[in-house]
């Protein structure tokens, strides 16, 4: 079952929390099955207001399925999840409707104020694209039809934004600058973020914790302390990502 709660209404995960936000996301003893095989097994999960997760794991192991189960898209087969009401979520696809043009895939599905055109305009602003607002979505580049997505997310003022592999199918460059402007809107805006990715270095320069999901359950929970702006290299990052990637099963100088 999935209930819908204001997050303001929770107390604090734990006393060693107690000096970071309230919890804006909290899911017990999720378990879900198919085939007859549990892909995730009486998972625990919390996420503060604010706070940028990252989730790793093997392919199959579960994490678009906990994606969508806090998405509203898909529902447990046993245990809760509570999330805020605004919650919207950026596909690995962008999604947008051929035949409406980027303003207006924008304000998809909002009425009234939110819908006006001034609206998207701003949003698309904030990820460098108002230029755009009055293009086809046949004319944009990928990088240009993943950032509306992203403002067609924004533009509705979520207090959790939910990431299934964003930047997965665009080129290295493009991805490095859509990483970066996902970290300064995320500073901004301050929702709690999960994003899932394949990506260690990716998670490394996004995230404030970083999870790896194993077995149905959460195997890793190791919060990221390296200063920001972050950059690949150094240290304290490859020691990161060493432990990591053997998490992963990955031998050290792969």
């Known amino acids: 079952m999935l209930n819908v709660v204001a997050p303001q209404s929770w107390r604090k ?7 970071l936000a309230p919890v804006s996301v909290r899911a017990e003893r999720l ?16 996420i ?9 794991g093997a392919s199959g192991s579960g994490k678009t399925t906990l994606l969508r189960i806090l998405a509203g898209l898909d529902a447990p087969d046993h245990g809760e999840a509570w999330t ?9 696809e962008p999604r947008l409707i051929p035949s409406r043009t980027v303003w207006r895939n924008v304000v998809l599905g909002l009425d009234g104020a939110a819908a006006r055109r001034d609206r998207a305009v701003a949003a698309l602003a ?7 607002a009055d293009a086809w979505p046949a004319t944009l580049s990928g990088g240009e039809a993943q950032r509306a997505a992203l403002a067609r997310a924004l533009v509705r003022e979520p207090r959790l934004l939910l990431l299934d592999e964003p930047f997965a199918a665009l080129d290295a460059l493009t991805r490095i600058k859509m990483q970066r402007l996902i970290a300064s809107l995320c500073e901004a805006h301050g929702p709690a973020t999960l994003i899932v990715t394949h990506d260690v270095d990716e998670a490394l320069l996004l995230a404030d914790r970083v999870l790896l999901l194993r077995d149905g359950a959460i195997a890793v929970d190791r919060r990221i302390d390296l200063p920001r702006p972050r950059r690949t290299g150094g240290a304290a990052f ?3 990502r060493t432990d990591l990637l053997a998490e992963l099963g990955v031998a050290a100088g792969v």
């Not at 007859?36 to 625990?44: A, I, K, M, Q, T």
């Not at 805020?84 to 690995?92: G, S």
């Open 31 to 46: 378990t879900r099955h198919f085939g007859g095989r549990p892909v995730l097994d009486g998972l625990d999960l919390s």
């Open 13 to 19: 995960a734990s006393a060693s929390a107690a000096t």
């Open 48 to 56: 503060h207001a604010g706070e940028f997760v990252a989730l790793l």
């Open 238 to 240: 490859d020691a990161l």
């Open 126 to 132: 904030e990820v460098g694209l108002s230029h755009r």
């Open 84 to 92: 805020p009401r605004a919650r919207t979520v950026v596909f690995q």
